[in-house]
């Protein structure tokens, strides 16, 4: 049985492995491939092993070998066709590239022994024209897993908490949503967490939600940035009442507003070096929902006003250790001076 799980949303994909896994009595047939390094004869050659003490043999390959620049899913031609293979197929090492990969396994499957389960697992969503994905419609079996937006994604939260033994209020799917995004990985570790706070059979709540989700309350203050940015101070003070309301020590407030400031100039710079969303989280080691706010917000401001509010920041924090003002008057007057 072939297997082929591919899509951008790798988390639901990884789920998907664990299960198939468990469904199986593999004991020590089995084996793990990364796609990127692995020799497609290896692959072969194991997967045509029969079982040892076990009924099937699960083979995994995890990912596929990067494309080279200029390939498409069809830069091998078929030789039964009457076709050859194009010039620099293989490598000075002799590896062959990523579509001769998918061309040598998608012929492999057909002639697989019944024993072994052969599982493919990509984070991309396949082109229509790849050679695994047209195997995997005619010999085996295709997962898409795509990530969810809008209403798919509050569907997800309220199942999600569902699946773990806890109710969660629609204002607080709101919240994780809004504030999360289709994180899935981040977004599964939270419900766990508040799932044991709340207790099996309980209610997650928007307060809940606030008093255990760093993640969220961060993100409730990259909210005060957004209207700072936006030059919208009224916004900015309703935002950071709330946040000395809900009991955010005006001390943390200042550290983690600072801690963003200097994300933003990093961001900046990196993104003026043509790097994307993603290669920032990566560089940075932030979350991607962090990376791509923080992408919106740069282009609101010169490097010298975020220096200057950098050091404002700094500024502020002294005074209100030193006690020279009070911490609500401190953060009132960063607010009426941000960016200027």
Do not use: C
């Not at 009457?82 to 002639?111: M, N, P, Q, V």
């Not at 024993?115 to 050679?131: K, M, N, P, R």
Request: avoid cysteine.
């Amino acid at each position: 049985m072939f297997y082929l799980l591919h899509g951008e949303d790798e988390f639901t994909s990884r789920e998907q492995l664990k299960k198939l896994r468990s469904q199986g009595d593999f004991g020590f047939n089995q084996e793990v491939y990364m796609g990127a390094d692995v020799d497609i004869k290896s692959v072969i050659m194991t997967s045509n092993t029969l079982p040892f003490l076990s009924e099937q043999r699960l083979v995994v390959i995890d990912g596929l070998p990067k494309k080279k620049r200029g390939e498409s899913a069809s830069s091998v031609e078929d030789k039964s066709k009457g076709g050859k293979a194009k010039k620099g197929r293989k490598s000075a090492k002799g590896a062959i590239g990523r579509a001769g990969f998918e061309k040598e396994l998608a012929e492999h499957i057909t002639t697989m022994p019944d024993t072994t389960i052969l599982i493919v697992l990509v984070e991309e969503a396949l082109e229509s024209s790849s050679a695994l994905l047209k195997a995997a419609e005619k010999h085996g079996k295709v997962i898409q897993s795509m990530l969810p937006k809008g209403a798919a994604l509050d569907k997800w939260i309220t199942n999600r908490a569902k699946a773990i033994g806890v109710k969660i209020a629609p204002e607080a799917v709101s919240l994780l949503g809004n504030f999360i995004g289709n994180n899935l990985r981040l977004l599964a570790n939270e419900l766990d967490k508040l799932a044991m706070y709340v207790g099996v059979g309980n209610t997650i709540n928007v307060d809940d939600i606030r008093k255990l989700s760093a993640q969220v309350q961060e993100a409730r203050i990259f909210d005060l940035t957004d209207a700072l940015a936006q030059r919208n101070r009224k916004q900015a003070l309703n935002i950071l009442h709330d946040l000395l309301a809900d009991g955010e020590p005006p001390l943390k407030l200042i550290s983690t507003i600072t801690s963003q400031v200097r994300s933003l100039l990093l961001v900046k710079e990196l993104a003026q070096k043509g790097m994307r969303g993603g290669q920032i989280a990566s560089t940075l080691g932030i979350a991607p929902f962090i990376a791509d706010k923080a992408l919106r917000q740069v282009g609101n401001f010169n490097a010298a006003q975020l220096e200057g509010t950098y050091r404002q920041l700094l500024a502020t924090d002294a005074a209100l250790k030193r006690s020279r003002l009070t911490p609500e008057l401190a953060l009132d007057l960063l607010v009426v001076n941000f960016g200027i």
